[in-house]
């Protein structure tokens, strides 16, 4: 194991190794990649010797990227030290580190590059210096440099290699957006570059979602994280603290294992009413809006959950009130369609949405399609049209036709503030509530249906097979037709449409130009800009981008057009805010 020097460059007491004179010049060249072993070749530096040209060889082993507080491979770096005699035993050889990113290696508790405690070794008979004992630190790339000095004083540098240390696969990275601390780093300040989260380092996420101002995702430990406002219960860490012990807006992330925890009107009978939620399986992406902050999640169970508001009691627990307080709201996880899954024994919910002004839209494994909540704009499709002023809390109803059938045969849903969309099996598509950007093709713009109707088809023949909205009050969707093909209808003021223009698409479809060779798997449109995930990883950006959504350092100005986002890696699931804070897990 290599030597350490203090910071004078003289060797401890009781070490045999010897000092070195002087500081040797230090190139820094790019590295070697370090998926390969890396041997490189020096040329000796001037020298009266007449033991000929001295030669040092940098051998770094393979293994691939390697994550923060992992051990490195032992040896993590060999210098064989060799002249036209043959090795040169004795030598003393020191390491010297840099990087330009960031990227840091971690020896007997000192940080490389930064210590000023010098990392060396003596060359033995065979000519060989192993450096052990080291551990990756921060993600970046560490430049290698070997400066020998033999013992009869001459000198040589090795080329440099590299060690690599990257952000695990599954990591959240956030940018956007931060003044309710939602990027999870404990300020207010928006970043206009994707940054990891330091929701643990160490930990593989699989699906990330967005609402208001709060960002949560899952990890592989069916563990919820979570960080932004939480007035309303948002982060469902047991409180409605929006700010944290220092004074800084909600945030850094908080792990959620369990939740017995109610909101400030239910009483422990009630409380038990409610299965506890103890394992997360994956977030569900229902972007709302108007401050009602609300998360919804997958539990390993089976069943959904939701934290936060739940004013008009749009999760159907039979707890809400018609007030935007917390007395409607859950500060913790509890189970969400209970009234519906009551009246529908033997199914279950398969798929929901949440949009603004209090409502909610709930797909049930017979296909069926229930709204619970404020039926605002007569969005719920169940026939009634509400009366002017407040609906009252614990409302659930039944989807239904123009003839008062119940609506069938459905395979997804979404909900905007104003009206609600449901995909048929068939590929039709079928709307309720009011047409309030055109962004229902089919029915007049402004006009509200309290029916489900027929909704017109982006293109004649070809099924729809997906289909995705805007964050509440943006009154957007945007369909994925069976032959690959995206379609937008609805308010575009921001260009988050992608559709090369600001123009809404009022009742009428336009078809979103891809980029040459993708294919669209996901949306997550904030509301002024919109996330786009392609089925090879890759993430494109489309809105305004006052807040950095381009992601690549540039803040100000309109992209109508979908633009990459530089990420560190391929996304698996992507999420956007109401306030336009973006995530996705890479």
Known sequence: ??????????????????????VPRRTVVKGAAWSIPVI??????????????LRADLVIPGGGCVVPGTALADPAATVVVTDTTGPVAGATVQLVFTSVDGGSVVHDGQTYPGSSVVVQGVTDATGRAEFTGFTAGTVGTVTVLASVQTADGRRVESNPGSFAICQPAGNVFVWGWNAEGQVGNTTQTASRVPVPTPWEVDKTFTSVAGSWSTLAAVSTENTVYASG??????????TFDTTTPDGRPSGPAYALTNTSMNNTERTAANAASFPVFTSAQSMVSAQNGNNDTAMLVWGTDGLLYGTGENAGDYYATGNGTDTFDRASAFAGYVQVGKLILDRNPGTRIVQADIAGWWHS???LSDGTVWSAGRNHQASFGSGTTPPVGAQGPEIAYQAVTADGTPLTGIVDVRTTQDSAVFLAADGRLWAAGRNSYGQLPGMNVGAVSNVAIELTAPVPGVPVTRIWKSGADGESI?????DGRVFAAGNNTSGQLGIGTTADTRNRWVQIPLPEGKSLKEVALGNDGGLYLMTDGSVYFAGANDTGGLGNGTLGGVVTTLTQVPLAGPASSIAATYWDTYAAVV
């Open 478 to 482: 945007i369909v994925l037709l069976a």
């Open 229 to 238: 406002h939480n007035g309303m219960g948002g982060r469902g860490d047991g």
């Open 361 to 363: 839209v709930y797909l």
């Open 40 to 53: 490189a070749t020096a040329v000796a530096l001037p020298s009266a010797s007449a033991s000929g040209p």
């Open 1 to 22: 194991m290599g030597a350490i020097l203090d910071e004078n460059g003289t060797v401890p007491s009781g070490d045999k190794s010897k000092e070195i004179g002087g």
